[in-house]
């Protein structure tokens, strides 16, 4: 029997250490392709095959790797790929692939950063920034969690007394994302099939509010009031707040600013933001 013991151990170690040999090849094979691993170190670790090279079956499976990161980036910037064309397009993917390898196993989550990469790689074209921070909020506010939301109906029991401190938690799709150019007038035409305008830097920052409602994603730009309004809600402010936020952008009363504050409220209700209240 100690002997029988003996033997499953000594098997059991043999087994884990291969699966730690496999977890570290498998790990230096991934730094290669991101680049961390020069090639020739890695080539040593693999064999040829007698018909293709070592660095030859890398090489190839290097380039396919990157072209296949390449056109997932195209997948989730389709409109970004119409403004930019394909020449351009493919020029930057391959430079932002070259400095953002993937760290994920499903490519749908691969591209957050090109907004950023953008901003720093084609600075003359702000615009193309803006669109693919646009464009990736629209796609991942249709990703988003499902929850119940918050009904008009279920305000209806609060005290009036109590109205002052209500705060409320926006759904999980939700994004107000600031614009400083005529992104949207861009993405619109572009979306069409048509000819964009010309960039053009807005006289005042815009907002514009991303979020999904029931299978669909939407966008909405909001005026000065709104956005206030919004981004207070959006940081946890009291009803009270809120208010006196509206206050500070629209000449109005102390009860004219409580029924702007209720009609957006229930605006936002109306357009399924928001999931919850709480005092």
Not at 94 to 109: D, E, H, I
Not at 234 to 259: L, W
Request: glycine letters at 6%; hydrophobic letters at 45%; charged letters at 20%.
């Amino acid at each position: 029997m100690a002997a029988s013991g003996s033997f499953k151990q000594a098997g059991f170690a043999d087994g884990h250490e291969r699966m730690s040999q496999l977890a570290e090849l498998q790990s230096a094979f991934q730094s290669y392709l991101g680049g961390s691993t020069l090639a020739v170190d890695f080539e040593r670790r693999i064999q040829a095959d007698g018909k293709i090279s070592a660095s030859r079956r890398l090489a190839i499976y290097h380039d396919a790797y990157r072209l296949r990161l390449i056109e997932a980036l195209a997948t989730s910037y389709p409109i970004l790929f119409k403004l930019l064309g394909d020449t351009l397009f493919q020029q930057l993917a391959q430079g932002y692939v070259a400095q953002y390898p993937s760290a994920f196993r499903n490519l749908r989550w691969y591209g957050a950063e090109l907004a950023d990469y953008l901003g720093t790689a084609l600075p003359q074209h702000p615009v193309a920034a803006e669109l693919a921070d646009f464009e990736w909020q629209l796609a991942h506010a249709f990703d988003a969690a499902d929850t119940a939301l918050l009904q008009l109906a279920d305000l209806a029991a609060v005290p009036a007394e109590d109205w002052a401190g209500l705060r409320f938690e926006l759904q999980p799709s939700v994004r107000q994302l600031p614009l400083r150019w005529n992104t949207i007038a861009v993405w619109h035409a572009l979306n069409q099939e048509q000819v964009p305008p010309s960039p053009v830097m807005l006289d005042q920052a815009e907002s514009c509010l991303i979020w999904r409602q029931q299978l669909d994603a939407h966008f909405c730009s909001l005026d000065a009031v709104e956005a206030c309004a919004f981004t207070l809600l959006q940081r946890g402010a009291s009803f009270a707040e809120i208010c006196d936020g509206v206050a500070s952008h629209a000449e109005a009363d102390d009860n004219e600013t409580v029924m702007v504050a209720a009609r957006l409220l229930a605006n936002w209700l109306e357009q399924g933001l928001i999931c919850r209240f709480y005092r």
